[in-house]
T-cell receptor
Framework: DQQVKQNSPSLSVQEGRISILNCDYTNSMFDYFLWYKKYPAEGPTFLIS?????DKNEDGRFTVFLNKSAKHLSLHIVPSQPGDSAVYFC??????????FGKGTTLSVSS | ETGVTQSPTHLIKTRGQQVTLRCSSQSGHNTVSWYQQALGQGPQFIFQYYREEENGRGNFPPRFSGLQFPNYSSELNVNALELDDSALYLC??????????????FGEGSRLTVL
């Protein structure tokens, strides 16, 4: 049973527009949520995280929103750039132990 | 400061063989985790080592084993390889026991193909 779900395998947006990537989770005990970005032939790289006690965290063009009642988080990228094209993984952490990852969403930003 | 490095980057084995994958942690990091990423899936937690002791394990059989050395480098060993073991194996390091925020630093991975 998947505890972290990314239901959209892919997303295509135009350069300059907003990209919204979504993630749902089932375990209410998760205390941190993270987004990782992965380019082909590279390992995942950390993008942004949010504590379960917050509902928003912003870092430059990237903002993560957490809706605990809906067990849903989203990553907003504004404005989207062609270099943002990658696979984005949502992950959840429980007391600093293993990360539980979703299956990923492939973002394609066209110029 | 060096990042996480893994070796080999690619390897091919046959069913029933054994494999050892290696990882050098990011400088100063004392915790290492291993993840398996099958095609089309997200990374799946295998186990974690902190100060040379295993302190967390995912849903993987005992034929998956590991070591962490005093210099915090690490090995993943897989015995009796099966076809389903074909995957990208990712090593990740962090500072502190699991790094409470969950932020991990990943290597590029070792691509294992089992024939």
């Amino acid at each position: 049973d998947q505890q972290v779900k990314q239901n959209s395998p892919s997303l295509s947006v135009q350069e300059g527009r907003i990209s919204i990537l979504n993630c749902d989770y089932t375990n209410s005990m998760f205390d941190y949520f993270l987004w990782y970005k992965k380019y082909p032939a590279e390992g995942p790289t950390f993008l942004i995280s949010i504590s379960s006690i917050k509902d928003k965290n912003e870092d430059g063009r990237f903002t993560v929103f957490l809706n605990k009642s809906a067990k849903h988080l989203s990553l907003h990228i504004v404005p989207s750039q062609p270099g943002d094209s990658a696979v984005y993984f949502c992950a959840a952490s429980l007391a600093g132990t293993a990360l539980i990852f979703g299956k990923g969403t492939t973002l394609s930003v066209s110029s | 400061e060096t990042g996480v490095t893994q070796s080999p980057t690619h390897l091919i084995k046959t069913r029933g063989q054994q494999v050892t994958l290696r990882c050098s942690s990011q400088s100063g990091h004392n915790t290492v985790s291993w993840y398996q990423q099958a095609l089309g899936q997200g990374p799946q937690f295998i186990f974690q080592y902190y100060r040379e002791e295993e302190n967390g394990r995912g849903n993987f059989p005992p034929r998956f084993s590991g070591l962490q050395f005093p210099n915090y480098s690490s090995e993943l060993n897989v015995n009796a390889l099966e076809l389903d073991d074909s995957a990208l194996y990712l090593c990740a390091s962090s500072l502190g026991q699991g790094a409470y925020t969950g932020e991990l630093f990943f290597g590029e991975g070792s691509r294992l193909t089992v024939l």
